[in-house]
T-cell receptor
Framework: AQSVTQLDSHVSVSEGTPVLLRCNYS??????LFWYVQHPNKGLQLLLK??????LVKGINGFEAEFKKSETSFHLTKPSAHMSDAAEYFC???????????????FGQGTILTVHP | DADVTQTPRNRITKTGKRIMLECSQT?????MYWYRQDPGLGLRLIYY???????NKGEISDGYSVSRQAQAKFSLSLESAIPNQTALYFC????????????FGDGTRLSIL
């Protein structure tokens, strides 16, 4: 079985300050992990993915995430927030090949990021 | 044009009505998915299809049915809508290769009165 917990339902930052969105996962296999972003009235856009090639993953729009197996975490960070980063963010785990969850995504509950001027 | 297109984008209907949500894709992907999104719950999988002849229930399939009319088309039906099916519905596709992400449509906002 696999699961994802996003530790904060809301995060509020000032423009130009760092962003940290926290995610812990549980998986029977070494997982694939993703971060998606959802802007209002839009679908989900892929920010970045981890597939075991490197533990520090760089994504679009200056976001990055670090896979820490010992902590079962995959936190999303950005050095300097921009107003356009305001959105809802989802941490997602995908079952690996050979597992019963292969090809299926399990979503966290979402974190709403607010950016103040 | 969007790679994954959902119609309608918005729908308001009454309890007991039959509703169909449609999804079409131009990505050439074999795999298609239907999710519903509720505030604070993330997205939950309703049904998924790994090819035209393969349909599988997700975690919350009760009250829903699907049809995979072609590789590019996957529709979701509510045979007799009820108010707790009010939600935002997303269609997604993937190419089936290991570790590849899913690609999402812009969603259908469904309200059942």
């Amino acid at each position: 079985a696999q699961s994802v917990t996003q530790l904060d339902s809301h995060v509020s930052v000032s423009e130009g300050t760092p962003v940290l969105l926290r995610c812990n996962y549980s998986s029977s296999y070494s997982p694939s992990l993703f971060w998606y972003v959802q802007h209002p009235n839009k679908g989900l856009q892929l920010l970045l993915k981890y597939t075991s090639a490197a533990t520090l993953v760089k994504g679009i729009n200056g976001f990055e995430a670090e896979f820490k197996k010992s902590e079962t975490s995959f936190h999303l960070t950005k050095p300097s927030a921009h107003m356009s980063d305001a959105a809802e963010y989802f941490c997602v785990v995908s079952g690996r090949a050979g597992g019963t969850s292969y090809g299926k995504l399990t979503f966290g509950q979402g974190t709403i990021l607010t950016v103040h001027p | 044009d969007a790679d994954v297109t959902q119609t309608p984008r918005n729908r308001i209907t009454k309890t007991g009505k039959r509703i169909m949500l449609e999804c079409s894709q131009t990505k050439g992907h074999d795999r298609m998915y239907w999710y519903r999104q509720d505030p604070g719950l993330g997205l939950r999988l309703i049904y998924y299809s790994f090819d035209v002849k393969d349909i599988n229930k997700g975690e919350i399939s009760d009250g829903y049915s699907v049809s995979r009319q072609a590789q590019a088309k996957f529709s979701l039906s509510l045979e007799s809508a009820i108010p707790n099916q009010t939600a935002l519905y997303f269609c997604a596709t993937s190419n089936g290769r290991p570790n590849q992400p899913q690609h999402f449509g812009d969603g259908t906002r469904l309200s059942i009165l």
